[in-house]
């Protein structure tokens, strides 16, 4: 039995069996995520806890025990829900398995990008709920229709999502300050010490390059790597 409000093993919501419910409480787990990624996007990971969620529905903490026993289950079922917002692809066999795997990842970027507190999470929790197994089952889909198998599938697979889960964690950090002035600075401290840093210098707007510009870039390169490597 899970003690009231405790967290546990990440992911544990999608395997624990659902406790028998003896009446229709008031609330919902769909109501009690929306709220949790309301206040997610509002507050970050450190904002959020059962009773600010309860304050929120205008209800008692307690209730919202029923559906969701821990703090940990809150993160997982709200992570789950916003990969919810990435459009699945029709799946047909003639689609381009590079079409395919790109869309996913400007849009698994986008979706990050909205939500900044799910980059963290999709980086160390496991990622087992539906809408998400929905999207990886459609990524080693289009990478095995390719031609991958084996571990270089699972390699494939798993270097599509981390690319973007780590891009896009180091973006939403650098926006959760005033990013120009890191910028200044950052670009002052490598013009002082050109003897230290000579290639940071020699391409200093290329380091700091804006961040469509180099995800572009990034996300071309492992595609061609993975076609390379499929041939």
Known sequence: MVAKGENETPGAVWFRTPQRRRRTPALSRDRIVAAAVERLDREGIDGLSLRKIAADLDAHATSLYWHVPTKGDVLDLAVDEVFGEIALPDGHPAMDWKEVVLAYMHQLRAMLLRHPWAASLAGTRPLAGPHALER????????????????????????????????????????????????????????????????????????????????????????????????
Do not use: C, K, M
Request: hydrophobic fraction near 45%.
């Open 136 to 231: 990886s089952e459609a990524v080693y889909a289009a990478l095995a229709r390719a031609g991958f198998s084996g571990a270089t599938l699972a390699a494939a697979a798993a270097g599509v999502s981390n690319l973007v889960i780590a891009t896009a964690a180091t973006q939403a950090a650098w926006a959760s300050r005033p990013e120009s002035d890191s910028r200044d600075a950052l670009r002052s401290l490598i013009s002082e010490r050109q003897d230290r840093y000579p290639t940071l210098a020699a391409h200093l707007e290329g380091v700091l390059g804006d961040w469509e510009s180099q995800f572009e870039i990034t996300a071309r390169v492992f595609i061609e790597g993975l076609d390379t490597e499929r041939r």
